[in-house]
């Protein structure tokens, strides 16, 4: 699992020891490590002697000048620090599949993300974001699990740290699927189970959930009874066929509304014929296009972080499920407030 997070306190750990680890989180302090610059000529210099704006920005090395496979493998080769102190964002790595219900190896994830991501740019040609232009933003490193405890999820315990300091949030849940089991095999805490949990502990604002691309087989006639019965906007994977998913996100913008959102993306919400690394892989899926549109949907809203998680590389030995959800983090960092457009 991969996140991306921005204005929750380092100090307060997210993942309890009952959840097999302890992991905090980022804060916004006032940037001040490396810098970015842009001349008069909009051009970019990295010096800060000559005439540029003098903002302090992390910029990672452009390929046309430092080698892809060279260096540390960090997240889009982004500068390594200990700490989130200083930034606006960070990327943070959660190494866990102890808990997985089908297939284990997203606990290698983070890792082959990282590799992957030397591929990503410092601009988004589609949409012109320009994040490193906008926001300090900083690889922080993994969270140093407990690979022995069995208990995995890991939106639960994000959503306590996010809701603790923002209250119930709206969330933008793209996945095959709904992750809001009772209790599976005995357990109630599992990776099949934790959103049924966050509206137990009144961590989400029911009424500003939408959850996109669940299909597969189920456990009764329907799957999503619950979800619909809490207030959520439960949209089928069969609803998402042959279509572009822009209008569809233009909705959900009004549906979440000014209040604090985050975005979790599981990468079987796309066919397992564009991501085939994944632990619980469901055929009929989205395309990389349709995952794309919704977190470029998300543009304009209170993004308060994100989260994508079960990329298994040993089921994808190309890489390019690693290499999808390389891009898709791009895709969010760009979605961010704050975030600079040309």
């Not at 959850?211 to 979800?227: A, C, K, M, T, V």
């Amino acid at each position: 699992m991969f996140l991306i997070l921005r204005n929750v306190n380092l100090r307060r750990a997210v993942v309890s020891p009952s959840f097999g680890a302890a992991a905090d989180f980022f804060s916004s302090q006032p940037p001040q490590t490396r810098t970015l610059h842009r001349n008069k000529r909009g051009g970019v210099c990295t010096s800060p002697n000559r005439k540029c704006s003098g903002r302090p920005y992390n910029v990672p090395p452009s390929a046309e000048f430092v080698a892809r496979v060279s260096g540390i493998p960090t997240m889009a080769k982004l500068p390594h620090q200990e700490t989130a102190d200083g930034l606006d964002a960070a990327f943070v790595g959660v190494p866990i599949d102890t808990g997985t219900s089908n297939r284990p190896g997203a606990r290698f994830g983070p890792r082959q993300i990282r590799v992957e991501s030397a591929l990503l740019r410092a601009y988004n040609s589609g949409t012109r974001a320009a994040p490193y232009e906008s926001l300090m933003v900083a690889d922080i490193g993994d969270v140093n699990v407990n690979v022995y405890d069995l208990k995995d999820t890991i939106a639960y315990p994000i959503l306590q740290a996010v809701a603790e300091k923002n209250g119930p949030v709206g969330l933008v849940h793209v996945d095959a699927h709904a992750d809001t089991s009772d209790v599976v095999l005995g357990e109630k805490i599992g990776h099949g189970t934790p959103f049924r949990r966050c509206v137990e502990e009144g961590l989400l604002d029911c009424s500003r959930v939408v959850q996109i691309g669940l299909r597969g087989s189920g456990y009764s006639p329907d799957s999503y009874e619950w979800s619909r019965a809490q207030g959520f906007r439960v949209v089928q994977a069969e609803e998402c066929w042959f279509k572009s998913l822009a209008p569809l996100m233009a909705e959900v913008r009004g549906q979440m509304g000014s209040g604090p959102v985050y975005l979790s993306f599981d990468i079987d919400a796309l066919d397992p014929g564009f991501a085939p690394g994944t632990g619980t892989p469901e055929i009929a899926g989205l395309t990389p296009i349709q995952g794309v549109e919704i977190i470029r949907g998300c543009r304009g809203l209170n993004l308060v972080g994100c989260d994508l998680v079960e990329v298994s590389p040993p089921y994808d030995t190309t890489g390019n499920t690693a290499l999808t959800g390389a891009n898709l983090l791009f895709e969010m960092m760009c979605v961010l407030p704050k975030v600079k457009y040309y």
